[in-house]
Protein backbone atom coordinates (compact mmCIF):
# COMPACT_ATOMS: atom_id res chain seq x y z
CA UNK A 1 0.00 0.00 0.00
CA UNK A 2 1.43 3.52 -0.56
CA UNK A 3 2.32 6.18 1.94
CA UNK A 4 1.83 9.57 1.36
CA UNK A 5 4.35 11.84 3.64
CA UNK A 6 4.35 15.15 3.22
CA UNK A 7 7.27 17.28 3.83
CA UNK A 8 7.61 20.94 4.83
CA UNK A 9 11.10 22.90 5.24
CA UNK A 10 11.01 25.74 7.19
CA UNK A 11 13.80 27.23 8.33
CA UNK A 12 13.96 30.24 10.86
CA UNK A 13 17.11 31.79 9.55
CA UNK A 14 15.39 33.88 6.09
CA UNK A 15 17.25 36.93 5.55
CA UNK A 16 14.77 38.63 3.14
CA UNK A 17 11.95 38.43 5.14
CA UNK A 18 13.07 37.63 8.84
CA UNK A 19 10.89 35.08 10.68
CA UNK A 20 8.63 34.41 7.60
CA UNK A 21 7.41 31.13 8.33
CA UNK A 22 5.84 32.59 11.39
CA UNK A 23 4.81 35.70 10.08
CA UNK A 24 1.08 35.97 10.19
CA UNK A 25 -0.84 35.72 6.83
CA UNK A 26 -4.45 35.40 7.09
CA UNK A 27 -4.36 35.39 10.77
CA UNK A 28 -1.77 32.56 11.31
CA UNK A 29 1.67 32.14 10.88
CA UNK A 30 2.51 31.41 7.38
CA UNK A 31 3.55 28.08 8.37
CA UNK A 32 0.25 26.95 9.47
CA UNK A 33 -1.43 27.56 6.25
CA UNK A 34 0.63 24.56 4.78
CA UNK A 35 0.33 22.13 7.98
CA UNK A 36 -3.55 22.60 8.20
CA UNK A 37 -3.52 21.80 4.16
CA UNK A 38 -1.55 18.34 4.70
CA UNK A 39 -4.17 17.44 7.34
CA UNK A 40 -7.05 18.44 5.69
CA UNK A 41 -6.10 15.84 2.60
CA UNK A 42 -7.31 12.66 3.03
CA UNK A 43 -3.98 11.16 1.15
CA UNK A 44 -1.52 12.12 3.81
CA UNK A 45 -0.51 9.39 6.42
CA UNK A 46 2.35 11.62 7.99
CA UNK A 47 3.33 15.34 7.67
CA UNK A 48 6.89 15.98 8.73
CA UNK A 49 8.09 19.35 9.71
CA UNK A 50 11.67 19.51 9.22
CA UNK A 51 13.83 22.88 10.69
CA UNK A 52 16.27 24.63 12.89
CA UNK A 53 14.38 26.84 14.64
CA UNK A 54 12.57 26.03 18.08
CA UNK A 55 9.83 28.26 17.26
CA UNK A 56 8.62 27.21 13.96
CA UNK A 57 8.97 23.35 15.98
CA UNK A 58 6.43 24.86 18.95
CA UNK A 59 3.85 25.22 15.94
CA UNK A 60 4.74 22.07 14.81
CA UNK A 61 3.98 20.43 18.05
CA UNK A 62 1.14 22.54 18.50
CA UNK A 63 -0.48 20.33 15.40
CA UNK A 64 1.12 16.99 16.66
CA UNK A 65 3.11 16.27 13.64
CA UNK A 66 6.72 14.83 13.49
CA UNK A 67 9.67 16.85 13.36
CA UNK A 68 12.58 16.36 12.57
CA UNK A 69 15.26 18.72 13.68
CA UNK A 70 17.31 20.08 10.58
CA UNK A 71 21.34 19.73 11.48
CA UNK A 72 23.41 23.46 11.12
CA UNK A 73 25.07 22.11 8.24
CA UNK A 74 21.84 21.91 5.96
CA UNK A 75 20.26 24.88 7.46
CA UNK A 76 22.12 28.03 6.58
CA UNK A 77 21.65 30.59 3.38
CA UNK A 78 23.45 28.14 0.80
CA UNK A 79 20.94 24.94 2.44
CA UNK A 80 18.56 23.69 -0.55
CA UNK A 81 15.31 22.34 0.23
CA UNK A 82 16.89 19.02 -1.36
CA UNK A 83 19.25 18.47 1.35
CA UNK A 84 16.90 19.13 3.71
CA UNK A 85 14.57 16.17 2.71
CA UNK A 86 17.78 14.08 1.86
CA UNK A 87 18.18 14.44 5.30
CA UNK A 88 14.43 12.87 5.72
CA UNK A 89 15.12 10.47 3.99
CA UNK A 90 18.22 9.13 5.25
CA UNK A 91 16.74 9.51 8.97
CA UNK A 92 13.64 8.02 9.09
CA UNK A 93 12.73 4.28 7.67
CA UNK A 94 10.46 4.51 4.91
CA UNK A 95 8.85 1.74 3.00
CA UNK A 96 9.55 1.44 -0.98
CA UNK A 97 6.07 2.64 -1.23
CA UNK A 98 6.48 6.40 -0.49
CA UNK A 99 5.70 8.83 -1.89
CA UNK A 100 6.66 12.48 -0.95
CA UNK A 101 5.26 15.83 -1.22
CA UNK A 102 6.66 18.78 -0.82
CA UNK A 103 5.01 21.68 0.67
CA UNK A 104 6.67 24.80 0.61
CA UNK A 105 5.22 27.08 3.73
CA UNK A 106 5.67 29.68 1.47
CA UNK A 107 3.09 28.88 -0.67
CA UNK A 108 0.28 28.92 1.24
CA UNK A 109 -2.48 29.92 -1.48
CA UNK A 110 -3.42 26.70 -2.87
CA UNK A 111 -6.78 25.24 -4.67
CA UNK A 112 -9.04 23.60 -2.14
CA UNK A 113 -8.61 19.59 -2.96
CA UNK A 114 -5.98 20.04 -5.31
CA UNK A 115 -3.21 17.99 -3.99
CA UNK A 116 -6.01 15.47 -4.08
CA UNK A 117 -6.60 15.78 -7.60
CA UNK A 118 -2.52 16.08 -7.93
CA UNK A 119 -2.18 12.55 -6.41
CA UNK A 120 -5.07 11.49 -7.94
CA UNK A 121 -3.63 12.41 -11.15
CA UNK A 122 -0.01 10.89 -9.76
CA UNK A 123 -1.82 7.19 -9.52
CA UNK A 124 -3.76 7.16 -12.10
CA UNK A 125 -0.83 7.74 -15.14
CA UNK A 126 1.49 6.07 -13.19
CA UNK A 127 4.12 8.75 -12.68
CA UNK A 128 7.13 9.14 -10.77
CA UNK A 129 7.12 12.71 -9.93
CA UNK A 130 4.91 15.20 -10.45
CA UNK A 131 5.40 19.71 -9.83
CA UNK A 132 2.40 22.14 -9.67
CA UNK A 133 3.33 25.16 -11.63
CA UNK A 134 0.90 28.71 -11.67
CA UNK A 135 1.17 31.43 -13.92
CA UNK A 136 2.48 34.85 -12.47
CA UNK A 137 2.26 37.75 -14.75
CA UNK A 138 4.92 38.89 -17.04
CA UNK A 139 5.92 42.25 -15.85
CA UNK A 140 8.38 41.12 -13.22
CA UNK A 141 10.85 43.35 -12.17
CA UNK A 142 14.82 43.38 -10.19
CA UNK A 143 16.58 45.86 -8.88
CA UNK A 144 20.35 46.24 -11.03
CA UNK A 145 22.62 48.74 -9.50
CA UNK A 146 19.67 50.26 -6.98
CA UNK A 147 17.76 50.81 -10.35
CA UNK A 148 14.45 49.32 -10.71
CA UNK A 149 14.44 47.66 -14.41
CA UNK A 150 11.39 45.81 -16.36
CA UNK A 151 12.56 42.59 -17.17
CA UNK A 152 10.15 42.55 -20.35
CA UNK A 153 9.23 45.52 -21.76
CA UNK A 154 5.70 46.35 -21.99
CA UNK A 155 5.99 48.71 -24.29
CA UNK A 156 7.01 46.01 -26.97
CA UNK A 157 3.37 44.62 -26.64
CA UNK A 158 -0.12 45.64 -27.07
CA UNK A 159 -0.60 45.95 -23.55
CA UNK A 160 -1.28 42.84 -22.25
CA UNK A 161 -1.27 41.02 -25.08
CA UNK A 162 1.13 39.30 -26.67
CA UNK A 163 3.10 38.73 -23.52
CA UNK A 164 4.69 35.76 -22.77
CA UNK A 165 3.50 33.48 -19.95
CA UNK A 166 5.30 32.82 -16.62
CA UNK A 167 4.77 30.02 -14.48
CA UNK A 168 5.82 29.87 -11.00
CA UNK A 169 7.13 27.08 -8.87
Known sequence: ???YVAIIPARGGSKGVPK????KFLDKPLLEHSIEYAKNCDYIDQ???????LEIKKIGEKYNI???DRPS?????TATTESA??????TINFSENTVFVLLQPTSPLRPKKSLEKMIELFNKNQYDSLLTISPIHPLTWK???NNLIQLIQKNVFNYNYGLPRIWNY
Open 20 to 23: KNIK
Open 143 to 145: IKL
Open 85 to 90: IKHIIE
Open 47 to 53: IILTTDD
Open 66 to 68: TIV
Open 1 to 3: MIK
Open 73 to 77: KISGD
